[in-house]
């Protein structure tokens, strides 16, 4: 089913570093740099200041991605490659692909970015905070406890056993209402897996304890 969005009335071009690789906005983004366009890009970066635009690599395709800006180049090694950290900011729908950006080494794309509508309701996100809780209870994993003022969809977007796919098409939701429906809906069919698999678990250990199980070692006792 085609999602539908809405976007601003301008675009822009954006420098691309195409990933096979989805990110939210507001995370955080490390990077390894070291192919030459790539450098040049983060050289740009330092220098002017400008932002640069993952797209998401799937399929063959690239349609839809999020713009980064540069936070800090945490190392630079002598071969000149370079360890960077990111953050993600708004997320963009491709227009045209440009091979080269002016004179420079790396392409570029003219974008549209997407209006992110808040539409998320308390209830809603309680809910979702509420299954996560139990989803990791049954995964035996710590779940750390998030005030709901501080959360939204994107916060555990990556903790929560989305597929690439699945967080590529939860990027491509604009409306928050929907992606808290999204990931509901993949909570619920996730916690009822596991809860037949830890199930089979037990059904599993039980039958191991009853394996040397031979009537004939109770004829002794008397009731």
């Known amino acids: 089913m085609p999602f539908v969005f809405l976007e601003k009335s301008f675009a822009?071009?954006?420098?691309?570093?195409?990933?096979?690789?989805?990110?939210?906005?507001?995370e955080k983004v490390p990077l390894h740099i070291f192919e030459e366009r790539y450098k040049q890009?983060?050289?740009?970066?330092?220098?002017?200041?400008i932002t640069f635009g993952i797209p998401v690599y799937i399929n063959d395709n690239i349609a839809y991605g999020t713009e980064v800006q540069l936070m800090e180049v945490v190392n630079t090694y002598e071969i000149g490659a370079m360890y960077?950290?990111?953050?993600?900011?708004?997320?963009?729908?491709?227009i045209s692909f440009d091979n080269t950006m002016n004179d420079r080494l790396y392409s570029g794309?003219?974008?549209?970015?997407?209006d992110i509508i808040n539409d998320g309701e308390v209830s809603a996100k309680r809910e979702v905070l509420n299954k996560l809780k139990e989803l990791y209870q049954l995964m035996e994993v710590p779940f750390a406890p998030i005030e709901i003022e501080m959360f939204n969809s994107y916060a555990l977007a990556h903790k929560m056993g989305l597929s690439f796919e699945q967080e590529y098409e939860l990027l491509q939701l604009a409306s928050e209402k929907?992606?808290?429906?999204?990931?509901?809906n993949h909570l619920m069919v996730t916690i009822q897996v596991l809860k037949e698999v830890?199930?089979?678990?037990?059904?599993?250990?039980?039958n191991g304890h009853f394996k040397n199980f031979d009537p004939l070692d109770f004829k002794a006792f008397k009731i």
């Open 109 to 114: 794309c003219e974008v549209a970015f997407i």
């Open 84 to 94: 960077v950290v990111c953050v993600a900011r708004q997320i963009f729908k491709v």
């Open 12 to 26: 822009m071009k954006l420098p691309f570093f195409p990933l096979q690789s989805v990110f939210f906005p507001g």
């Open 178 to 184: 929907e992606r808290l429906q999204f990931i509901m």
């Open 41 to 49: 890009l983060i050289n740009d970066c330092r220098r002017e200041a």
């Open 198 to 206: 830890n199930r089979t678990k037990l059904l599993i250990e039980l």
